[in-house]
């Protein structure tokens, strides 16, 4: 089983950058298909950007253009850079992993980071 933990969450101001990691241990994250997702009170759960094992990707509309989805398979970790920021994605973001290729829904990863907040204000 892969484990993940999250970090580069923080405060920054609107149009503001920010750049997350997921560390994976426990096996390598080539095998799996990778995604970011978002919780917020007023949303839920929401599908933010996806990443397959050969390199596809796709984003909710919302980030579309702003936010860019990639890993370092050397380095065991996923990353979302995250530009432009709005007070709109302001959530507690985590990172999942499956062997299946499951996409933007969340509803079936099997593996999940503990989550790290971004606040954009």
């Known amino acids: 089983d892969v484990q993940l933990v999250e970090s580069g969450g923080g405060l920054v101001q609107p149009g503001g950058s920010l750049r997350l990691s997921c560390t994976a241990s426990?096996?390598?994250?080539?095998?799996?298909?990778m995604a970011w997702f978002r919780r917020t009170l007023e949303n839920g759960r929401e599908g933010v950007a996806y990443l397959d094992s050969d390199g596809g990707t796709d984003y909710t509309y919302s980030v579309a253009g702003r936010f860019t989805i990639s890993k370092d398979n050397a380095k065991n970790t996923l990353c979302l850079q995250m530009n432009g920021l709005k007070p709109e994605d302001s959530a507690m973001y985590y990172c999942a992993a499956d062997r299946h290729n499951l996409g933007l829904a969340w509803r079936g990863y099997s593996y999940w980071g503990q989550g790290t907040q971004v606040t954009v204000s």
């Open positions: 426990g096996d390598s994250i080539s095998a799996y298909q």
